[in-house]
Every structure is written in structure tokens, then in C-alpha cells.
């Protein structure tokens, strides 16, 4: 396994019920083309390691300011932050005693990941789960991701790879000739909401989707419900109608809007929108129904 690829991981969990089948360790990706209003990772979107900082942690102990050779922590009864100066190095989070300091994505090798990954093996065989690529996007990372899916090849660990798709098909085609199954985001049927929304329009979505749909046979579409964007009726309908047309695509998954976004976005300094509060399971279950109504016979909607 070569040694000089990295890529930026800002997480890798353990025991996910949620990304596919069984058991998984689902290694995050930093990094992604796409900028969702409604993003529950605001940390995922640059490649680059970031500070996270939470006002409300923080004790004000000065540790950071005494210790920062940039400059980056400065105030006077306030603790504020000068990102222009950051090159986050993570010194300062090493030394916060309280938490309110947080070092986002680490550079690492593909045989330090898949070192994580067996630590679980025993897991996946009783549990028929595997590994779950995920992110950000993992696909802006292809040389890197190529390389460490084949290494999960050769321990017959199964591959589950989440995606927007919003990358070149260059970088899919090489991941489905390793991934057993495939989590695609349809975010709206309308292009030019979807832009506004995202930050990028479908149409190199739907395109990659359509020719993986013909090349692969197990993936399941996902559409995140969020409240008064793409959460209407005739939305809905819609994704069903272009699901159908996909032969490769088993089903649909909706996911329950969360608001895990805002202390994320503060901790960044970003400013991330706020769709209210998540759905009700009955609110959940109507908008099943809807897709359920539209879908053909042999394609399943996944609670």
C-alpha cells in the first residue's frame, strides 16, 4: 500500500446501524463540492484541517493566547479568534482543558485507515456490515479511495460508498468497480433549486446517476426531508418518477432533517440556516406514502 497518498479524515465511527447493512465503520472524508444550506457537517466542507472553537466551553484560561505563536487567539474578557492567522496546527486544542478548542480532519495514510478498519472485523462477519465511505464527499479523493477499497477487497470487507455525485464520472465509474452498494443524495428534482439550495445544479448529478444506475444494480437514492425546501408533495413525486427510470436503484430513503448545523456553524464561524425543528415519525411516515404511491412495484421505500 503506497505511502505517500493521504487524504484528510475528520471522523471515523464505529458500530453504524445507518449506513448500510450490519455493523459498519464509516470513515468521513473531508472535502465537498457542495454547499447545503441545511449542511449537518459544515466541518466536512474544506480539505483542509479547521479550528473549531465553542464560546460557551470556554473557561478563559488563556492557555491558547500564551501558547499560539501566530497570534490567532487574542481578547480582553472575550476570547476571539483571528482564522486569517490559523494554519491549524492544533496545538492550542491539545492544550485547552476545557473542550472549547477542537482540531477538525487529520492527514492519514491508507494503511493507517485500514488499520482502524480491521480493528472491526469481527463486527462485519457477525453482523454482515463493512466499511462506509463517506464525507464531505469521498470521491473528490479518487486515487486515495481507489487505493484503500482495494485494500478492503482483499479482506473480503463489504464497501458501501456515500455520495452526491456531484464529482466527475471518472471518479465514480472507479468507485463502483469496488463498492457492493451505493447512497446517492437526490436533494430536488428542480435544477435551479437545487443550485440555489446546494450551491451546485442536478444535472451532473442526475447524468451520473443514470449511467451508475446502468452499471450497478444495489443503490439506494436518499433524499434529506428538509422542512419548506424540498419537502413538498409534487417534490417528492418527482424524485419518485426519475427513480423509476433507473434500473440500477432498488429504492428510497428519506432522512429526518436535524438542526446539528447551527453549533457547528458557530464553532466555524459560518452562518447556517435554520429550517426549524425535526419531523414528527407521523410527518415522516406521510411523506413515505407519497414516494410509496409513485414507485413501481419493484422498488422498496427504506424506513
Known sequence: MGCNLEATIFNIGRCSLHDGNGLRTVVYFK????RCLWCHNPESWNKKPELLFYPNKCIGCGRCAANCVYGVHYGEGE??????????????????????LELCGRSMRPDEIMQEILK??????????GVTFSGGECLLWPEFLKELMEACRKENINIAVETALNVSWENVLMASKYA????????HSDSNI??????????????????????????IVRVPLIPGANDDDD???????????????????????NNLALGKGKA????????????????????????????????????
Open 79 to 100: 476570547h476571539l479568534l483571528d482564522r486569517s492567522k490559523c494554519i491549524a496546527c492544533g496545538k492550542c486544542a491539545e492544550l485547552c482543558p476545557s473542550g472549547a
Open 180 to 187: 457492493d452498494s451505493f447512497f446517492c443524495d437526490i436533494k
Open 194 to 219: 437545487h443550485k440555489r439550495l446546494t450551491g451546485a445544479g442536478n444535472d451532473l448529478i442526475l447524468d451520473n446517476l443514470r449511467k451508475l444506475s446502468h452499471i450497478h444494480d444495489d443503490i
Open 235 to 257: 417534490v417528492l413525486a418527482d424524485i419518485a418518477r426519475i427513480v423509476n427510470e433507473l434500473e440500477g436503484v432498488r429504492g428510497v430513503e428519506l432522512l429526518k432533517y
Open 268 to 303: 466555524l464561524d459560518k452562518n447556517m440556516r435554520s429550517y426549524g425543528e425535526p419531523q414528527t415519525e407521523e410527518v415522516m411516515e406521510a411523506k413515505r406514502e407519497v414516494i410509496f404511491s409513485v414507485l413501481n412495484k419493484d422498488k422498496v421505500v427504506i424506513c
Open 120 to 129: 472491526d472485523r469481527h463486527f462485519y462477519e457477525r453482523s454482515g456490515g
Open 31 to 34: 472535502g465537498c463540492s457542495m
